[in-house]
């Protein structure tokens, strides 16, 4: 097969110049068979797979590494959502730092899967591991979590929503001698998806095989610097076309990767994530591509189109380029991980609000966006419940990974480091007014919206 | 296994010699080879057969360390890269 000079270079100046990487193989892990009335052997049998599991994914994501000039920048376990196997009898936390010790010690990033299923109402022993996620984000590292809330078949559940509210605001005060970075280790969902490889909502669903391999890929960088060189003149539609392209691409080394680990591993490749993932790092911003789309300023009106074209457009091009896609697939705008969002945030060009319409069009919700810490709990909840509606009535994934910041008020600073990067407080209608939420205290269930007539 | 070799640098006598030189010792077999020169920078791109896969990260970590003394960036990875993202 015939190659040019310039599709080998346009390769390497991806990854060197634009910062192309996979963002994460994840490896998901099933816990169903593992199931015993005994915890102490609960815990070792489910801390003894995922140490075994974990280091082989290392050494294979490595190996792969090697073999090809894309790094890949995370690796990661999701297990079954820890409620389908949990019992009245079972210490969560304690459970949570032998998963924590193993996942540490074989090098994985992050273990996705402390989650709750609770679109139509909590079981019982649900309600024993909701009330103590908040201990488990605040005394494990790596270990992340989720409710899902809410579905377009069943409605909201209001109760669960409230709770993630207090998941929220509990870590985020238990971690608060670090910025509050419990919170970001919890979402909550509406129509949460069961092969997301992204954090912190990763897990793996009941549908799913036993043990498959999921892959996310980043690459704003690429796409942002190709509208700067070449799509300037470019029509709205030719624009979209050359995404497409770009997405193509990278969604092709991406299942390319993919692939190779799994088959490395002996387990099947599940799906492959397009979602345009972004770093702190400048130049690898969804931001910048918005910008640079022609919106002069993130969060300006315009912005909200430009975000929805852009992510039909990257799914248009993934979708072209692999068999199996799924995960959350679109583009990410978590604001803390996001130079570009950061910036707006701190000037006041983008606000709460309009990051709330913003995740109408893309994947996923409001993502990394930290609020004051002395929101109330109803208040908090009336904003998840606003953000999960979105997705309830449109039939698309929405999420809330909030961080009510302890001791912070509107305009302070917050730095998480790494990929979790560092934002500016946002300010949220009616928290200096010290309002509530009577709505959500209602309780019950927002019914599952009507699926015809949509206007 | 193929794998493809880029460098990217600036242009200075003998840098294709010692890179295919040290291809030829590591025993791999060239098969296409292209390099374009624009001012003072080249941009080189070859492909290459290498019949033990199993000494692809040795060679492939010997001529990235190249990179410095040449003053150029080499980089080396499989050949199905290329082929997945550029053709359908």
């Given at each position: 097969?015939?190659?040019?000079?310039?599709?080998?270079?346009?390769?390497?100046?991806?990854?060197?110049?634009?910062?192309?990487?996979?963002?994460?193989?994840?490896?998901?892990?099933?816990l169903l068979d593992l199931l015993t009335?005994?915890?102490?052997?609960?815990?070792?049998?489910?801390?003894?797979?995922?140490?075994?599991?974990?280091?082989?994914?290392?050494?294979?994501?490595?190996?792969?590494?090697?073999?090809?000039?894309?790094?890949?920048?995370?690796?990661?376990?999701?297990?079954?959502?820890?409620?389908?196997?949990?019992?009245?009898?079972?210490?969560?936390?304690?459970?949570?730092?032998?998963?924590?010790?193993?996942?540490?010690?074989?090098?994985?990033?992050?273990?996705?899967?402390?989650?709750?299923?609770?679109?139509?109402?909590?079981?019982?022993?649900?309600?024993?591991?909701?009330?103590?996620?908040?201990?488990?984000?605040?005394?494990?590292?790596?270990?992340?979590?989720?409710?899902?809330?809410?579905?377009?078949?069943?409605?909201?559940?209001?109760?669960?929503?409230?709770?993630?509210?207090?998941?929220?605001?509990?870590?985020?005060?238990?971690?608060?001698?670090?910025?509050?970075?419990?919170?970001?280790?919890?979402?909550?969902?509406?129509?949460?998806?069961?092969?997301?490889?992204?954090?912190?909502?990763?897990?793996?669903?009941?549908?799913?095989?036993?043990?498959?391999?999921?892959?996310?890929?980043?690459?704003?960088?690429?796409?942002?610097?190709?509208?700067?060189?070449?799509?300037?003149?470019?029509?709205?539609?030719?624009?979209?076309?050359?995404?497409?392209?770009?997405?193509?691409?990278?969604?092709?080394?991406?299942?390319?990767?993919?692939?190779?680990?799994?088959?490395?591993?002996?387990?099947?490749?599940?799906?492959?994530?397009?979602?345009?993932?972004?770093?702190?790092?400048?130049?690898?911003?969804?931001?910048?591509?918005?910008?640079?789309?022609?919106?002069?300023?993130?969060?300006?009106?315009?912005?909200?189109?430009?975000?929805?074209?852009?992510?039909?457009?990257?799914?248009?091009?993934?979708?072209?380029?692999?068999?199996?896609?799924?995960?959350?697939?679109?583009?990410?705008?978590?604001?803390?991980?996001?130079?570009?969002?950061?910036?707006?945030?701190?000037?006041?060009d983008l606000i709460v609000e309009k990051?709330?319409?913003?995740?109408?069009?893309?994947?996923?919700?409001?993502?990394?966006?930290?609020?004051?810490?002395?929101?109330?709990?109803?208040?908090?909840?009336?904003?998840?419940?606003?953000?999960?509606?979105?997705?309830v009535v449109n039939a698309k994934t929405?999420?809330?990974?909030?961080?009510?910041?302890?001791?912070?008020?509107?305009?302070?600073?917050?730095?998480?480091?790494?990929?979790?990067?560092?934002?500016?407080?946002?300010?949220?209608?009616?928290?200096?007014?010290?309002?509530?939420?009577?709505?959500?205290?209602?309780?019950?269930?927002?019914?599952?919206?009507?699926?015809?007539?949509?206007? | 296994?193929?794998?493809?070799?880029?460098?990217?640098?600036?242009?200075?006598?003998?840098?294709?010699?010692?890179?295919?030189?040290?291809?030829?010792?590591?025993?791999?077999?060239?098969?296409?080879?292209?390099?374009?020169?624009?001012?003072?920078?080249?941009?080189?791109?070859?492909?290459?057969?290498?019949?033990?896969?199993?000494?692809?990260?040795?060679?492939?970590?010997?001529?990235?360390?190249?990179?410095?003394?040449?003053?150029?960036?080499?980089?080396?990875?499989?050949?199905?890269?290329?082929?997945?993202?550029?053709?359908?």
């Open positions: 097969m015939n190659f040019q000079l310039y599709e080998a270079i346009e390769t390497v100046a991806m990854v060197e110049l634009e910062k192309l990487d996979i963002r994460t193989v994840t490896l998901g892990v099933s009335d005994d915890f102490v052997e609960f815990k070792k049998r489910v801390a003894d797979r995922v140490y075994t599991e974990a280091s082989r994914l290392v050494k294979v994501a490595r190996e792969v590494e090697d073999r090809y000039a894309i790094p890949i920048v995370n690796k990661r376990i999701s297990i079954t959502p820890i409620s389908l196997v949990f019992k009245k009898n079972f210490d969560l936390l304690e459970l949570a730092k032998a998963i924590d010790g193993a996942v540490k010690e074989a090098g994985v990033d992050f273990i996705g899967g402390f989650s709750v299923l609770a679109e139509r109402g909590y079981r019982e022993v649900d309600e024993l591991v909701v009330k103590n996620l908040p201990l488990v984000f605040a005394e494990t590292e790596r270990v992340c979590g989720s409710i899902a809330a809410g579905s377009t078949k069943h409605g909201l559940n209001m109760k669960a929503v409230l709770d993630s509210a207090r998941i929220m605001k509990q870590s985020a005060y238990l971690t608060r001698d670090r910025d509050s970075i419990g919170a970001a280790k919890f979402v909550v969902f509406s129509n949460a998806v069961e092969d997301n490889p992204f954090m912190a909502g990763a897990f793996l669903g009941m549908n799913q095989y036993d043990r498959m391999l999921s892959v996310g890929i980043s690459g704003p960088g690429v796409v942002k610097t190709a509208i700067e060189v070449f799509g300037k003149d470019l029509k709205l539609n030719e624009l979209a076309e050359l995404i497409k392209r770009l997405a193509f691409k990278i969604t092709r080394a991406g299942a390319l990767i993919g692939r190779e680990v799994a088959n490395a591993l002996g387990v099947p490749f599940g799906i492959v994530d397009l979602s345009l993932a972004p770093t702190p790092a400048v130049g690898d911003s969804v931001a910048e591509i918005i910008e640079a789309m022609g919106i002069e300023r993130v969060g300006y009106p315009g912005t909200t189109a430009a975000l929805a074209m852009l992510t039909d457009a990257v799914k248009k091009g993934g979708v072209m380029a692999v068999d199996s896609v799924g995960g959350l697939s679109g583009a990410f705008i978590p604001v803390s991980e996001d130079a570009g969002m950061i910036d707006a945030a701190i000037k006041g990051l709330e319409a913003m995740t109408a069009v893309c994947s996923v919700g409001l993502d990394m966006v930290v609020v004051p810490g002395n929101i109330s709990d109803e208040l908090l909840a009336g904003l998840i419940a606003d953000e999960l509606m979105i997705g929405t999420a809330c990974r909030i961080i009510p910041a302890y001791g912070k008020k509107s305009g302070d600073f917050v730095r998480f480091g790494g990929l979790l990067g560092e934002s500016v407080v946002m300010s949220v209608r009616g928290v200096e007014k010290g309002a509530g939420c009577d709505f959500v205290k209602r309780g019950g269930f927002v019914p599952a919206p009507i699926t015809s007539f949509r206007n | 296994m193929r794998f493809v070799l880029t460098a990217v640098g600036v242009n200075k006598p003998g840098v294709l010699a010692q890179i295919t030189r040290r291809l030829a010792e590591k025993g791999a077999n060239i098969l296409d080879i292209s390099q374009k020169i624009l001012s003072d920078v080249y941009a080189l791109f070859l492909i290459a057969e290498l019949e033990d896969s199993g000494n692809f990260k040795e060679l492939k970590e010997d001529i990235e360390a190249m990179s410095e003394r040449l003053g150029a960036k080499i980089v080396l990875f499989e050949e199905s890269l290329l082929r997945y993202m550029h053709r359908i």
